[in-house]
Structures are given as structure tokens and as C-alpha cells.
């Protein structure tokens, strides 16, 4: 692979994509302030990779994102690009139920022409995606009739919406079911399709996530909503077992069509850390029927929310709801939960959290989300990389922020309602370049117990330990030695002046907001 100008990269992208462009967007065009605490990124300094000779390998980081805006979007694949993810969790894209409507009928391969542009687009930036598979068609899954009475919409009971067609004629039945038993086969077959089309250079698409949130109840789930329907709570583990058999069929198929794939556990929502709660016995489930041999990774969900304007301060990891604080707060705890159903069954398989995010929602905090309020955005850029460390610290292979983009769900996008960056956007951006793609070493206790800090061996040889206080009441200091001390970074990447010395060491105040000690050798 060739680096080249952005003068060529313009006419070659043109050429290749059909006008797709790499355009940046206009917040950050060479001149522009990217936010009080971060210096502009000027066009000359973003060099641009295009699959000449071959593709390189994705960055080896363990942070990534999730977005819902289509790569087409110039502007989506721009902040992609300057975040410097390895991996892109696509979902909302694969619908089987879209793709193949009729039993035994063909495949839709025209309704799948953005997402193989957008593929393309991905793979040239070196950048991993993660393909979800997120519906099924009526005709595969076991039928579910509205015989509950009420379903859980996260507002209290209301109606259900279970509805065939989705055109509100109200026959009763949904798409939002586990597939038959005697529908493994063609599931199998539809997935090893779209394997044998996406394995190619041209795309190079290697993880394939069966579900989404799939230990979740069809009763609680609206219509075709993308997420749940295999979870069962009348039958024994959770209705895991049926999903193991699936796996046990759909697996080796896809691994016929490219041995190299990795098929991933549907992100796991887990509702709580009580070992008997029945939702949390669906990775049970699934190791119970013997499916450990057929996944490769078992993905976890993990969402923390803003709920009260005097608890901004707190750390939102531990405290939501005190569901997960026994456990360490939910980005640890939750890991530590999967992996200690998987120890009781002998079985070992890297965890992947693949949507963290803290939100805002009116539910928790009445009249603070609408408008936003600076302590909401300061919380959630302080949580990022509590979430993400942590989850790393419990041996997490990878984390992806949800989502790029801002929706009306919880206000957790990086980005606002007018595409321009957040404080979170900031506070990730410099995780990672602070990260440097390097290695994870864990926790360091050298601070002392007033402060949280952990340690990783960066690409370039330097050591980075990242510190916050663990009280927002208290400021902490550290020494370090001067001749240790190379740089400090503040959280959103702007740098921090070296204290004076105390002797031979700095001693250096430490804040809520994390900060980055950028260590010798």
C-alpha cells in the first residue's frame, strides 16, 4: 500500500467510487477549532490510504464504534477516519427478513448496494467491520402470538405492537421471534452467502454477530426493533439452549465458506448482576447445550445513565441504579459476571463489549436532557475511559462506543444533532491516540489508593498511565520523577504544564477528568 497526496487521493476516490469523496467535514477543514481544549487538524496533515497494492492490517487498538449513518455520508466515514478506530460495529444493516421475503426464494443482493459501498469504503481505511445480523422473516421464526397481555417498552406496560406485516393491520403475530429449529438450515445457508460475497479482498469482512441483544424477551420488544427475540422467560436458561443449537448449525457453515471467519455471541444486553435472574441464564443456556466450540467471542452491552444533576460528579460506571457497583460498575462487573458463568462450565472465550455509552434520558432525570446541560456532557466524557479501562482491566479484547451519530435515544452520540463534536467525541479521540495502539498492562496501584490509574506500553516505547481521582470532592496528588516525566495531556488532548519540581519529582494534582502520563521508556 502506496501513500499518495490528497490532490491524487481526490481524483483516484472520484475514479474508484463513483464521487464518493472523502470530503472532511466543515468543522474540521484545515483552520478550523475543533473545541477549546483541542487544536485544529489541518487537511495536509490527514494522509489518505487507498488499497493499491494490498490492504494493511486494521490499527491494533481495542477501541471502536458503532454508527448508524451510512459511510456514504463523506462526513461520518471523516470522523471514522480521525478517531483512528480499527473496528466499525455495522448494524441495522443485514436484515434476512428484508433480504430473502419469500421461503426458498432468492436473495435480494440489490438492497445490499450501499452497504457494499460502504464496505469498500472501510476496508480501503484499514478499518474492521463487524456485521450484524439483526431480523429474521415470519416464515423462519417460531410464531409469537400476542397471548401476554402487555409488553415492557422501557415506559411502564403498554399494548403490544406485534404486527405481521408491520402496516398496523394488527394480525397478531411478529417478526421479533427465535428461528424454528426446522429454519437452522436456511439461516445457515443465507448466512454462508453472504459470507462467501464478503470474504473477498474487495471487502474483507471477517465477524459476523448472530443478533443483537438476543437475551431479551419478545414480549418486550416493539415490532421488528432490531435487537432481542430469542430470549424465552418460561423456558429453562432463558431459551439459550435454542440459540446454541442455532449456533451449532449456522457455525460450521459459515466457517466452510471462510475458515478465517469469527462468528460472535449476539451482544448480550444481561438486565443484572443477580446470578438467578432469568435473563442472565442465557449464556448459560447457550454453553449448557455444548455450544462453546461453535462462537468465538461473546459480546456484552453496557449503558449507564446521567439520572440526577447533583450526582453528575459521581462516577456513572458504579452508580446507576447500584446494579453492578458490588461487581466493580458495569463495564468490569459485567465482564466479570460472563466470565465467571463461562469458568463454572470450563469454558474460556474473549469478551468483547461492543456498546458502552452514558445517556441522558427523562425517565432518570427530568428536565435535564432537553436542552443538554454541561454536566451531562462533562459526565459523559469522563465516563469513556473509566468504561473502557476497566472493561479492559477484566480482559475485554475490545470496546466500541455507541453510537457516531446523535439520536433522540439517550443523547449518546459523540456527535450532536448538528454533526458536530462533543466532549465525549474529544475525551475518545485522545484515549486512543494517547493508547497509541499499544498494550494493555492493567492496573497500577504506585498512586496510592485515593487515586485510579492504569498502565500501557505504547506502540513508540513510552509507557502511558492514565490517572483520575476517585472522588470528585477530592484532588490527590502524585509524585513522579523528573526523570520519568515526559508529558502530561489533559482528557481532551490539550496539554498540561509540568508542576514545579518537589526535588527530583513533579508533584502533580489529580482531577476527576482523567489525565495522560506520557513515561519513559
Known amino acids: 500500500m502506496r501513500k499518495i497526496s490528497k490532490g491524487a487521493a481526490w481524483i483516484l476516490l472520484v475514479a474508484l467510487w463513483a464521487g464518493v469523496l472523502f470530503a472532511l467535514p466543515a468543522n474540521l477543514q484545515a483552520g478550523a477549532q475543533l473545541g477549546a481544549s ?50 466499525v460495529r455495522m448494524s441495522l444493516r443485514i436484515s434476512w427478513r428484508l433480504l430473502q421475503p419469500a421461503e426458498g426464494g432468492p436473495i435480494q443482493w440489490d438492497l445490499l448496494k450501499n452497504v457494499d459501498q460502504e464496505l469498500r469504503l472501510l476496508n480501503a481505511a484499514d478499518i474492521d467491520a463487524v456485521l450484524v445480523i439483526t431480523d429474521s422473516p415470519l416464515w423462519a421464526v417460531q410464531v409469537i402470538d400476542d397471548d401476554k397481555g402487555v409488553c415492557d417498552f ?43 460475497r464478503y470474504k473477498t479482498s474487495e471487502y474483507n469482512v471477517k465477524t459476523w454477530e448472530l443478533g443483537n441483544e438476543p437475551d431479551v424477551d419478545p414480549s418486550y ?93 459521581r462516577d456513572l460506571d458504579y452508580d446507576f441504579d447500584k446494579l453492578w457497583m458490588n461487581l466493580g460498575g458495569g463495564s468490569y462487573g459485567k465482564a466479570a459476571f460472563l466470565k465467571g458463568r463461562m469458568d463454572e462450565l470450563g469454558v474460556s472465550k474473549p469478551l468483547i463489549m461492543n456498546e458502552v455509552a452514558l445517556g441522558c434520558s427523562d425517565r432518570y432525570s427530568t428536565g435535564l436532557c432537553s436542552p443538554l446541560t454541561n454536566e451531562f456532557l462533562q459526565s459523559q466524557a469522563n465516563f469513556i475511559p473509566r468504561a473502557a479501562l476497566r472493561a ?58 485515593a487515586v485510579e490509574a492504569y498502565a500501557v506500553q505504547r506502540k513508540d516505547g513510552k509507557r502511558l498511565h492514565v490517572v483520575w481521582s476517585r472522588s470528585y470532592f477530592t484532588v490527590p496528588t502524585i509524585s513522579v520523577p523528573q526523570a520519568q516525566l515526559i508529558a502530561i495531556i489533559g482528557r481532551d488532548g490539550e496539554a498540561i504544564a509540568k508542576p514545579a519540581l518537589t526535588g527530583s519529582a513533579y508533584t502533580i494534582s489529580v482531577g476527576f477528568s482523567p489525565i495522560y502520563l506520557i513515561l519513559t521508556p
Not at 490492504?55 to 449513518?69: Q, Y
Not at 397478531?172 to 437452522?184: E, H, M, N, P, T
Not at 435473563?279 to 439520572?307: C, K, M, Q
Not at 450532536?416 to 486512543?432: E, F, G, H
Open 154 to 196: 422501557g415506559a411502564g406496560p403498554e399494548p403490544c405492537s406485534i404486527d405481521e406485516n408491520n402496516d398496523g393491520s394488527g394480525d397478531g403475530k411478529s417478526y421479533c421471534g427465535a428461528i424454528a429449529a426446522d429454519k437452522f438450515d436456511d439461516f445457515a445457508w443465507f448466512i454462508s452467502q453472504l459470507v462467501n
Open 221 to 313: 420488544v416493539p415490532g421488528d426493533a432490531g435487537y432481542g427475540c430469542w430470549g424465552d422467560d418460561v423456558v429453562d436458561n432463558y431459551n439459550g439452549a435454542h440459540y446454541g443449537r442455532m449456533l451449532k448449525v449456522v457455525t460450521p457453515a459459515i466457517k466452510a465458506a471462510d475458515p478465517q471467519a469469527q462468528v460472535w455471541v449476539g451482544g448480550l444486553l444481561l438486565s443484572s448482576p443477580d446470578p438467578l435472574a432469568v435473563s442472565n441464564r442465557f449464556l448459560t443456556g447457550i454453553l449448557a447445550e455444548g455450544a462453546a466450540p461453535y462462537f468465538d467471542a461473546v459480546p456484552y452491552h453496557w449503558y449507564a445513565w446521567y439520572y440526577n444533576k447533583d450526582d453528575y460528579q
Open 38 to 87: 483541542s487544536p485544529a487538524l489541518a487537511a495536509e496533515d490527514w494522509p489518505i490510504y487507498l488499497p493499491l497494492i494490498s490492504r494493511l492490517a486494521p490499527r491494533n487498538t481495542p477501541f471502536g464504534l458503532e454508527t448508524h449513518s451510512s459511510f456514504l455520508n463523506a462526513s461520518t466515514l471523516s470522523y471514522t477516519r480521525d478517531l483512528e478506530v480499527g473496528a
Open 392 to 449: 479492559l482491566k477484566a480482559g475485554v479484547r475490545q470496546v466500541d462506543w455507541y453510537v457516531l451519530e446523535e439520536n433522540s435515544w439517550g443523547y449518546v452520540g459523540l456527535l450532536d444533532s448538528n454533526r458536530n463534536p462533543k466532549p465525549v467525541y474529544y475525551a475518545y479521540r485522545n484515549l486512543i491516540a494517547q493508547y497509541d495502539e499499544g498494550t494493555f498492562l492493567g492496573e497500577t496501584l504506585e498512586y496510592g489508593s
